[in-house]
């Protein structure tokens, strides 16, 4: 799992506040698999390394060669059989239990195409995961006997042995959910769960979902012992139940599982969608409409609409009539900080904060500005308005003034900056004062206004830099570059006492063999992509599996956080391919870009198609894009765990938060009063752990383990995922 993205362009990125599925659908599982201490082939009368063990099996693997002594024990079926580069492996099963164990399973992990086998048969067609199940005197295995089963197989893209498995018993299939609850049958024996019933501990939640939400228990009916069972329990407070949650399709642990201003009690009574943001699909969400008096459940085709921002000195309104549903969200009246090269607090006359009227383009909104009456005594108060064009500030035209109120009409469309100033102190300052120089003579302003447009620009960056350490204070720019590695892609960087210092869990890191670890951390990933579709599942695959070779299972050294980041240490994953599809397709992706679009489109409008305000500066405050955001609340894709969504789980394990983003500009070109060209939105996120991780819950551990204990050499670098969204744009000034 990656390090998270803020939820606002400047906020701390941590992702251990926010990867819920790992420890999550898996809780139980540490206790399910043990990872027994032990080297390879302990406490077994079998020789090779061991694939697999837990209190009823051990399974033992080991290549046969002609020159091994064990050749003459392979069949002659699989013997006579060679082509160029297959090989024969044995597979030893014994049973450490005391009763027999029958109709089992073994299902492992293998690009490699096995061709024969013998003692076994294959259970299903053979994918990334192959199962194996015992057929004749092999299907049961007795108290204390060990029986050996055998196949050919032919290397395949990436030649490798089994690294995980999953042993299966009784008749347990490893493919099949019996009980329809979304959890494998084998899984569910494992965790010591009811495969045929999807509410093993009857509190009226299933299985899947109390594994999932994580804040109950599927073993315990009523896990916190208040005397409620689990299923009427309210975790969101949110005045409905988890049980009717569940029954709604709504999230139990979120008080607004649409996100769209409303509970999802309040939803109910409403008459509302609480899954759905918009429930009459008119384009404007449910609690938007509730606010505007509208009706949420009727399409409506204009609205009426009053924007007001307080500004301490200065009130703020601006009203629009008749707006379509697509405008809605665009209009906007935003307080403006009072650190700013437009009009600073040392522009003449200056009474307060300014403010931002952000309009549709083909609508003049209804100004008024009421005034704080202390503040204002002995001045002459005015509307000024900051022109872009000719970059300084010039008394709106048509303004009233009735006491303590100014009212106007917006005569410059789109998005315009105002601010009330005493006239009589402003008007009477020289051209050089602040709001009345020409920011195009400031050598700082970024360039000659007359300059064409570049065709490619970088627009934005986030605050979090790729390959970069997060900043100390990221909510208060200027963030300073900082080169040191982030602390998520160190690797090799724990000795076995330091390892023990982060948690008791860890003291087994010492013996527990390699191929454990790959079992319990591909139990995460596995369980992740479980249904779904082939871009997300791919996606989960290539940064497993990037992570899991690493720079061709070669050392890459040692990276500490100290250590400026080196890029040619790592791989680079998802751009193009999979993880982009998967991210651009998801919902959150699409909200975000979208209203960034409309930003960016907005500010090329009202700016005739220049782009010089939106240059990427070291500091954010001077950075457009980074404040706009801020202000109008435009927050980067969150992909949470989903109880219904197996694509939303399956980036939930991919990414969940990415670390950090850029927005360029590509192939611009302005012709007339028209422009054209594409936003290129990159993220990219590090595949690695870090200490403030769920590190000590299943799988999590052994993540950690690998990426970080010095025993493995540097052989687990973490990569690094990039995920690439072309969206065109375009427009007229």
């Given amino acids: ?229 689990d299923g009427a329990e309210d975790p969101d407070k949110d005045g409905l139940t988890a049980a009717r949650e569940l029954e709604l399709r709504t999230t139990p642990t979120r008080a607004d599982t649409d996100q769209d201003g409303l509970a999802d009690a309040r939803e109910l009574k409403l008459r509302t969608d609480p899954t759905q943001a918009d429930t009459d699909g008119d384009g404007v969400q449910d609690g938007e409409e509730t606010r505007l008096n509208a009706s949420p459940r009727a399409k409506n085709s204009a609205f009426d609409l009053t924007r007001r921002a307080d500004g301490g000195a200065t009130t703020a309104e601006a009203t629009l009539k008749g707006l379509r549903a697509k405008q809605v969200g665009g209009f906007q009246v935003t307080r403006l900080p009072a650190k700013q090269r437009e009009f600073p607090q040392s522009t003449p006359g200056y009474l307060g904060n300014g403010f931002q009227v952000s309009a549709p383009a083909d609508r003049a909104a209804r100004l008024t500005f009421r005034l704080d009456p202390d503040r204002t005594e002995g001045t002459a108060p005015a509307l000024y308005r900051y022109d872009e064009k000719a970059r300084h500030l010039v008394k709106q035209s048509g303004q009233q003034r009735s006491g303590s109120t100014i009212t106007a009409t917006a005569t410059a469309y789109g998005s315009a900056k105002y601010v009330v100033l005493d006239s009589h102190a402003f008007d009477k300052a020289g051209p050089e004062a602040p709001g009345k120089r020409t920011l195009s003579d400031d050598p700082g302003d970024g360039g000659d206004p007359g300059d064409p447009p570049p065709t490619d620009m970088l627009i934005h960056q986030s605050s979090f830099r790729e390959g970069r350490r997060k900043a100390p204070d990221p909510q208060h720019p200027p963030v300073p570059a900082d080169p040191r590695v982030a602390d998520d892609l160190t690797f090799n960087d724990y000795d076995f006492d330091e390892l023990t210092d982060l948690g008791w869990e860890f003291w087994v890191a010492r013996i527990t063999p390699e191929s454990w670890m790959w079992a319990e951390f591909n139990d995460i990933m596995n369980f992740g992509k479980l249904g779904a579709d082939a871009d997300y599942a791919q996606s989960v695959d290539d940064l497993r599996n990037a992570f899991r070779y690493g720079l061709g299972g070669q050392s890459a050294g040692t990276v500490t956080v100290d250590d400026n980041f080196d890029p040619g240490r790592y ?28 930003i960016i489109k907005q500010s090329l409008i009202d700016n005739q198609g220049r782009t010089d305000q939106l240059k990427v500066q070291e500091d954010l405050s001077k950075n457009l894009l980074f404040q706009e955001f801020l202000r109008q609340d435009v927050k980067y894709p969150v992909y949470d765990f989903s109880l219904w969504d197996a694509n939303q789980r399956a980036l939930s394990i991919a990414i969940h938060q990415f670390h950090g983003h850029t927005i360029a500009l590509k192939d611009y070109k302005v012709e007339g009063n028209s422009f054209s060209g594409k936003l290129v939105f990159h993220s990219y996120d590090h595949f690695g752990l870090d200490p403030d991780d769920e590190i000590t819950e299943y799988g999590f551990i052994d993540w950690f383990t690998l990426q970080h204990y010095d025993r493995f050499d540097g052989k687990y670098p973490p990569p690094i995922a990039q995920a690439d969204i072309e969206i065109p744009i375009s427009g007229t000034f």
């Fill in 1 to 229: 799992m990656s390090s998270g993205m803020a939820s606002d362009m400047g906020g701390p990125m941590n992702r251990s506040a926010a990867v819920p599925l790992g420890a999550a659908l898996l809780l139980l599982l540490g206790t399910a698999v043990p990872a027994a201490a032990g080297t390879p082939g302990d406490g077994a009368t079998t020789d090779g390394a061991t694939l697999y063990r837990d209190d009823t099996v051990d399974v033992s693997y080991h290549q046969v060669t002609p020159g091994d002594t064990a050749w003459s024990q392979v069949p002659a079926a699989l013997r006579g059989k060679a082509t160029e580069g297959s090989y024969v492996a044995r597979l030893q099963l014994e049973n450490v239990s005391d009763h027999p164990v029958s109709k089992w399973s073994l299902t492992f992990e293998l690009s490699d195409r096995i061709t024969d086998t013998s003692a076994a048969k294959l259970a299903a067609p053979q994918d990334a995961r192959t199962t194996l199940q015992g057929v004749g005197p092999t299907n049961t295995l007795q108290p204390g006997r060990t029986e050996t089963v055998w196949y050919r197989a032919e290397p395949g893209a990436e030649a490798d042995t089994p690294t995980w498995a999953s042993f299966a018993k009784h008749g347990i299939s490893p493919t099949e959910d019996t009980d329809g609850d979304g959890l494998p049958d084998d899984l569910e024996v494992r965790a010591k769960l009811d495969p045929k019933s999807e509410d093993t501990d009857r509190d009226g939640l299933s299985d899947f979902a109390e594994l999932g939400y994580r804040f109950s228990s599927p073993l315990k009916a009523d896990t916190d012992g208040d005397g409620t069972k």
């Fill in 571 to 598: 791989l680079y994953r998802g751009s193009g391919t999979a993880l982009s599809r998967a991210v651009g397709a998801s919902p959150q992706e699409k909200t975000y870009t979208d209203k960034a679009g409309q």
